[in-house]
């Protein structure tokens, strides 16, 4: 059922462009992370409201009520949320001398879809390299 909803996807281009700090929901880790919060993000939640619609189906709870994409580059054990936000600050400082600020961080372009369950993968649909 989640292949039939998701089998029609086109490529498209994905910009993560805010650093941002996650926090799991038991504050036993947290997750320097690049958000998408623009380009992608339409096609993004788009995949995952047809992922939830088949949750429904089965009554399942929702992948995610309010999704921020993001892919996360480092984590860390507890909640150090402060110290993450602090070092993204500095790095924005260092980034930006010369008042010229950056508009995209890492692009890439949506290459299909995988379900990972265990050991077991399932390609959902699955685009060649250009």
């Known amino acids: 059922m989640l292949h039939q909803k998701l089998q029609f996807q086109r490529r498209y281009w994905i910009d993560f462009n805010k650093w941002e700090v996650f926090v799991n929901d038991d504050q036993t880790r947290s997750f320097l992370s690049l958000e998408v919060?623009?380009?992608?993000?339409?096609?993004?939640t788009r995949q995952i409201q047809a992922v939830n619609a088949v949750y429904r189906v089965h009554n399942l709870p929702e992948f995610y009520e309010d999704p921020r994409?993001?892919?996360?580059?480092?984590w860390a054990l507890g909640n150090i949320s402060d110290s993450l936000k602090r070092a993204i600050e500095e790095m924005?400082?260092?980034?930006?001398?010369?008042?010229?600020?950056?508009?995209?961080?890492?692009?890439?372009?949506?290459?299909?879809?995988e379900c990972k369950?265990?050991?077991?993968?399932?390609?959902i649909c699955k685009f060649s390299e250009d």
Not at 69 to 74: K, M, R, V, Y
Not at 97 to 104: I, P, Q
Request: net charge positive; hydrophobic share 40%; proline share 2%.
């Open 69 to 74: 994409p993001h892919i996360s580059l480092a």
């Open 37 to 44: 919060i623009a380009e992608g993000l339409a096609e993004i």
């Open 117 to 123: 369950i265990g050991s077991k993968t399932y390609k």
């Open 92 to 113: 924005r400082r260092h980034i930006n001398v010369g008042g010229a600020v950056r508009k995209h961080i890492f692009t890439c372009k949506f290459n299909g879809i």
